[in-house]
C-alpha cells in the first residue's frame, strides 16, 4: 500500500463524512472530534454512497436505506446492510490527508 494525499483537513468538518478519492477506491471519510476515519464508500446492501450519508454518534448511515457502519472500523451496526466495510489507516501531517490506499480493484 502506498499513502496518497487525498485531502485537506479543513475540507472534512467535525461531525461530517465526505466522498475522497484514494487510488482506484472512493472513501468516506469522517471527522470524530478532529479525527479522521476512512471506510469504504459502498453500502454493502446495495452499494449506496456511505460518503454522502449522515454522521451520527461515530455512525455513517447509508443515505438510501438507513444502513449504519461504525466510522472508525467499517463494522456494520444495522439493517439492511448484513456484511461491514473495509476500514483504511488515515494519517494528518498540517492540513494534508493521507491514506493507505491498497493497490488494485476498485470498491
Known sequence: M???????A??????????V???ARSLAVSN???TLY????????????LGEGQLRN???I?????????AKTGRVLSLPAVRGVRAYEVTVDGDQVYIDCPDGAAS
Open 2 to 8: 502506498a499513502k496518497e494525499r487525498v485531502a485537506a
Open 10 to 19: 479543513s475540507d472534512i468538518p467535525t461531525g461530517e463524512v465526505r466522498v
Open 21 to 23: 478519492q484514494c487510488g
Open 32 to 34: 470524530l472530534d478532529g
Open 38 to 49: 476512512a471506510i469504504d464508500n459502498r453500502c454493502t446492501h446495495d452499494n449506496g454512497p
Open 58 to 60: 461515530g455512525r455513517v
Open 62 to 70: 447509508c443515505p438510501r436505506h438507513g444502513a449504519a457502519f461504525d
